[in-house]
């Protein structure tokens, strides 16, 4: 088992910045993924930014140029850096790990509580 445990969100004004960390209750060895994820009221939960165990990351094309996924290992830590915020960022963002990787796909998945991030004047 793993537990995570977000932080950092908040109110910020447009175009603001703000930085979300996840922690995780132990070291993860072996192939890994982290990921930041995004729910809206009334929408579906999105990906935001992907980072692997290689330090491979990886977003969608709608959130590349303003958010940057990192990780600190000594701090068993994963950062997602929000930059130049809009209104339509404001959501709930959670924090997913994935293990267990074998044949190509992960079989073990834990997600944190959320972290909500309202952008608003």
């Known amino acids: 088992q793993v537990q995570l445990v977000e932080s950092g969100g908040g109110l910020v004004q447009p175009g603001g910045s703000l930085r979300l960390s996840c922690a995780t209750s132990?070291?993860?060895?072996?192939?890994?993924?982290m990921g930041w994820y995004r729910q809206a009221p009334g929408e579906q939960r999105e990906l935001v930014a992907l980072i692997t165990s290689d330090g491979s990351t990886n977003y969608p094309d709608s959130m590349k140029g303003r958010f940057t996924i990192s990780r600190d290992n000594a701090k068993n830590t994963v950062y997602l850096q929000l930059n130049s915020l809009k209104p339509e960022d404001t959501a709930v963002y959670y924090c997913?790990?994935?293990?267990?990787?074998?044949?190509?796909?992960?079989?073990?998945?834990?997600w944190g509580q959320g972290t909500q991030v309202t952008v608003s004047s």
């Open positions: 132990r070291r993860v060895f072996g192939i890994y993924a």
């Open positions: 997913k790990m994935s293990t267990g990787f074998r044949s190509g796909s992960y079989s073990q998945h834990y």
